[in-house]
């Protein structure tokens, strides 16, 4: 299998960013989830990041008309830009800069939070003919190491259809998630998909894989979209449109990624995040770990 054939897989990647926020209140009164800093850099860049590593040129923000602070967020600060020229201040510069050269940005309206089915279906006006798959990055999911989107097109590239993501978890652990029904495929890491079960018991979980927010669409999802009905408080469900489509037939598998996960739409999973990767900081790296274990009052 050649790059090229890769890299042709997906040009669009759609982000989801119009949802309420509600378990971080009262901060998103004021200010998106999605550009809450992780250490220096909001959510939705480190995912506009992973897109682009994964050969996105393009990404659809779907979000409300009171949040366009996170498509301004990748916009160029001319003057601020100046000034940090002007002062030398180099390093600066080129964070300001970063987000913006990633790819492409274009934005898509979600006038109400009608569930991220409703949110995927607002970006289909913005593809073109050649779009026959799009990536969908849930921006409060942060999946590492990155890397998981390129294995995905490796998968549609070999079944056609459609690709999701999913993590091995203890059963005991299961219940938060939603679950896939699976059988085997000739790679361990990869699993067909014939169905899926939100939030079980751990005695009723098909299996211990659960869903991650990273998505590779067949272009059918949108016609599925419009065929399904709002589920549990009236929003559509992705999940439903991917499970209308498995009923017909459509090829859906899941890469099982392995490595670790941030939920950053809670302030306890995004807590750990900024802690995790202000770790891994060389300027500030050193002096949280000996705060924290000074704080801890351990050194284990
Ligand atoms: P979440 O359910 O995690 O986000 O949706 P939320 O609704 O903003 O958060 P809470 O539950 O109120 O705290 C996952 C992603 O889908 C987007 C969200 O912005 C988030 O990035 N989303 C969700 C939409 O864009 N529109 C929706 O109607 C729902």
């Not at 790059?3 to 119009?18: L, S, W």
């Not at 998968?155 to 091995?168: E, I, M």
């Not at 999940?239 to 009923?247: G, K, P, R, W």
Request: glycine share 8%; with cysteine; proline share 7%.
């Amino acid at each position: 299998m050649t790059g090229a054939t890769i890299e042709t897989t997906f040009r669009t990647a759609i982000v989801p960013a119009a949802g309420l926020g509600t378990r971080f209140l009262p901060a998103t009164k004021a200010v998106p989830k999605e550009l809450l800093p992780v250490v220096d850099t909001p959510g939705i860049e480190l995912v506009a990041s992973e897109a682009a590593e994964a050969g996105a040129r393009r990404m659809v923000i779907v979000t409300s008309p009171d949040k366009k602070s996170v498509v301004d967020y990748f916009s160029s600060k001319p003057e601020l830009e100046a000034t940090l020229e002007r002062k030398g201040k180099t390093a600066q510069l080129e964070k300001v800069r970063r987000a913006g050269e990633l790819l492409d940005v274009e934005v898509a309206i979600q006038e109400e939070a009608l569930g991220l089915g409703h949110a995927v279906a607002q970006a289909e006006p913005n593809l073109d003919d050649d779009d026959t798959a799009v990536a969908v990055l849930l921006p409060d999911d942060l999946v590492l190491p990155t890397g998981v989107l390129s294995k995905m097109a490796e998968v549609r590239a070999r079944y056609g259809g459609s690709v999701l993501c999913a993590f091995d978890i203890p059963k005991e652990q299961i219940s938060p998630y939603g679950v896939f029904d699976v059988s085997d495929t000739d790679d361990a890491d990869v699993k067909r998909v014939h169905g899926m079960v939100e939030k079980p018991a751990p005695e009723d979980a098909p299996s211990t894989y659960a869903a991650a927010g990273r998505y590779l669409l067949d272009r059918a999802i949108f016609d599925a979209l419009g065929r399904i009905e709002p589920g549990s408080g009236g929003e559509l469900q992705l999940t439903d449109a991917v499970a209308l489509l498995i009923s017909e037939g459509h090829p859906v598998h899941v890469v099982v990624h392995h490595g670790g996960r941030h939920d950053l739409g809670n302030p306890g999973g995004f807590l750990r995040a900024a802690v995790d990767f202000a770790l891994d900081n060389p300027d500030y790296g050193p002096s949280l770990r000996e705060w924290l274990i000074e704080r801890i009052g351990t050194a284990h």
